[in-house]
């Protein structure tokens, strides 16, 4: 295809020059008209170069076709030896080759609205290929080149599984935070069967709740076909587990222990989504366990052992998040980890290089620029308040469930980064009524708020003799329920919009029970259930619903957690809401006649969890709850002490 004629590859002559006479110029008798020399030219249209006359190149048709009634076939592209670099007008030269930067060209109105760059020519091509590193002798890749290889799924209908932990799976897994941590288990899937498996068998899992889900939701009659789908795709999942075990177990080529490690963290997150609390925490002891082997031995001055900070980060996460969960739910040995300085030093050491501590008359933080480093340091205190909580645990005498209140000033230097943390992070936060902030930015801001806030609380109730001492962080309960609402929202009207681009069909708005937050018509429900390896809104929310007694502010925590199905490693929002609702029900009905609604609750009647053994995989639960400071293993008489089994 020709140039347009705002770009000419060369100048056509003007309409006095060209060779075509009329019949009032046309020579009498033996008159011959002399014929102007012009240089050999190889162009034309493509009828003219048939029939081996000269043509005048005019646009759109030339004279000869319109002269003889022909159709003028257009004019076929120059060959490249024709013109030299500087010839050619239709882009400037390449950025690498230029001396100097080119100037933006006016704006045109032919059909050519921006600039082509074109190929480099035969010699500049023969020119790169003989300086290119293969003329020279090999070279080493580098640590941090990845290739593709033949190590992803290609049998059966495993790259469909995989695709979908590739597409759809890690943008639920990630939470609110952005992980560099799953970009290297992407690249990891190339080289290393025991990583590639269990990415698979994410995915597999996944595409079985997103099953589950729609025949839940489209279909009113229990179809077979359906339910044998979501039984291949779990079986599928499952599958592919216990090839990612035997990998790690029995593999063809040594594996390293980063690569363990990494497949360690897929794992405990396989048995956390499936709701094995149990596997999942024994998964990160072993993970724990081998970085502290990695840390202390030889292997680490290896290259191939290089433990990545992003994987440290992610492990110690999965750590701190199943410490809060024993915290909560007060699990028997051996499902405890233990966060002792002692016994942790050694794999932790890597976590403390990259954060250290700051020291308790340090100078306040500056302000963070970006989430990941808020979200790092406050890992970091996360961490360290674990240490210290394990440190008192040993030191106190007797089975009381908290410390004695003059215990409060050997954790100064943690409320200190606590408050540090928070002035750090205030700026950050105060972007998220900016228009250029995104939603999933506002999001990520709102969660991070609500976990210092849930720290806070929690830090101080483990000075707390009563549950009366509660009342004075209503405000930050009400906090928290603000951030958990707007949370919801934006996700809510995001899942809204997808549905309206996906099926194109008017959108109906979310019918919520306003008593419990129970949807009363599961179609109506934007929110799909969902699982996140990082924690979110569910253990901030699950402590407004046990420890705030405000009558109102505990129900909307309940509604919140009840708005959507979501699972954040191993925190169930279903099973916290059923967990508020009875303890709300024991504090504030148990004696009908003479309790008044909204009226203040006494220290009497104020409950807490002793205990829960539990299995979210059959939806059973057996909890036990007493009196503040009366653990339910020992003799003496509760009279608050109840037990029950809730069933879901």
């Known amino acids: 295809m020709a140039a347009p004629s705002q770009f000419p590859l060369t100048n056509p002559p003007s309409e006095e020059d060209l060779p075509i006479r009329s019949a009032s110029t046309t020579p009498t008798g033996g008159e011959r008209s002399s014929r102007r020399s012009r240089p050999k030219v190889k162009t034309g249209c493509s009828s003219c170069k048939q029939r081996r006359i000269k043509c005048d190149e005019k646009r759109p048709a030339c004279s000869q076709c319109i002269k003889s009634r022909r159709e003028c076939t257009g004019y076929p592209p120059p060959p490249r030896h024709a013109l030299p670099l500087e010839g050619v007008r239709i882009a400037p030269k390449p950025v690498a080759i230029a001396a100097e930067p080119v100037a933006p060209a006016a704006p045109k109105t032919g059909p050519i609205q921006k600039y082509v760059i074109l190929p480099p020519r035969r010699v500049a091509r023969r020119n790169q290929a003989r300086s290119t590193p293969e003329h020279y002798g090999a070279v080493e890749p580098s640590p941090t080149l990845y290739r593709p290889a033949s190590g992803l799924p290609t049998n059966g209908s495993e790259p469909y599984y995989f695709e979908m932990f590739r597409v759809t799976a890690l943008s639920s897994f990630c939470g609110y935070f952005d992980s560099v941590f799953w970009n290297r288990v992407l690249q990891e899937c190339h080289t290393e069967p ?60 040594p594996v390293h222990n980063r690569v363990r490690l990494m497949a360690t963290v897929l794992l405990a997150s396989f048995d956390a989504f499936i709701g094995d609390h149990k596997q999942s925490i024994v998964q990160i002891q072993n993970g724990l366990g081998l970085l502290k082997k990695m840390q202390g031995g030889v292997e680490q001055k290896e290259a191939k052992d290089f433990i990545e900070p992003e994987l440290v980060v992610m492990l110690m996460r999965q750590a701190i998040q199943a410490k809060t969960y024993d915290m909560a739910y007060h699990f028997p040995e051996p499902y405890v980890l233990r966060f002792v300085p002692e016994a942790c030093e050694a794999y932790s050491a890597s976590f403390f290089k990259m954060f250290p501590p700051p020291a308790a008359n340090s100078q306040p933080l500056k302000p963070f620029t970006t989430l990941v480093e808020a979200q790092l340091a406050h890992d970091r205190i996360l961490m360290r308040g674990m240490q210290f909580i394990e440190s008192l645990q040993q030191a106190k005498s007797g089975p009381l469930e908290f410390f004695p209140k003059e215990w409060m000033a050997q954790g100064v230097g943690i409320q200190i980064e606590l408050q540090n943390w928070t002035t750090a992070f205030q700026p950050l936060f105060e972007t998220r009524d900016l228009p250029q902030t995104s939603g999933s930015e506002r999001s990520a801001l709102a969660v991070l708020k609500m976990a210092q806030l849930n720290s806070e609380i929690v830090f101080r109730a483990l000075f707390c003799s009563s549950e009366m001492e509660y009342d004075a962080v209503v405000p ?10 707007e949370i919801i929202l934006e996700e809510d009207a ?32 934007h929110l799909k259930p969902s699982f996140s390896v990082d924690h979110g809104i569910v253990p901030p929310l699950f402590v407004v619903a046990t420890k705030c007694r405000d009558q109102a502010i505990r129900r909307q925590a309940i509604q919140l957690l009840r708005a959507s199905a979501r699972r954040e490693g191993m925190w169930d929002s279903e099973l916290s809401a059923r967990i508020g609702l009875w303890i709300m029900e024991l504090e504030e009905y148990q004696d009908p006649a003479t309790y008044q609604g909204g009226s203040f609750i006494p220290e009497e009647r104020r409950v807490t969890l002793h205990g829960i053994d539990l299995d979210l995989r059959s939806r059973v639960a057996d909890l036990k709850i007493g009196s503040r400071g009366m653990i339910a293993a020992t003799q003496q008489f509760d009279p608050r002490r109840k037990s029950t089994r809730i069933c879901w």
Request: aromatic share 4%; proline share 5%.
């Open 494 to 525: 995001r899942a809204a919009a997808a549905e309206l681009a996906a099926d194109s069909e008017q959108l109906q708005q979310s019918n919520i029970d306003p008593q419990l937050g129970r949807p009363t018509s599961p179609s109506n429900c």
């Open 194 to 253: 025991a990583v590639c498996h269990a990415s698979v068998a994410l995915g597999a899992l996944s595409k079985t709740l997103e099953q589950t889900f729609n025949n839940a939701i489209l279909s009113r009659q229990k179809d077979p076909s359906q339910s044998e789908a979501v039984l291949q795709h779990w079986q599928m999942a499952v599958q592919q587990y216990s090839k990612a075990c035997n990998a790690l177990m029995f593999p063809a080529s």
């Open 476 to 485: 930050m309960f009400k906090t928290i329920i603000k951030l958990g609402r």
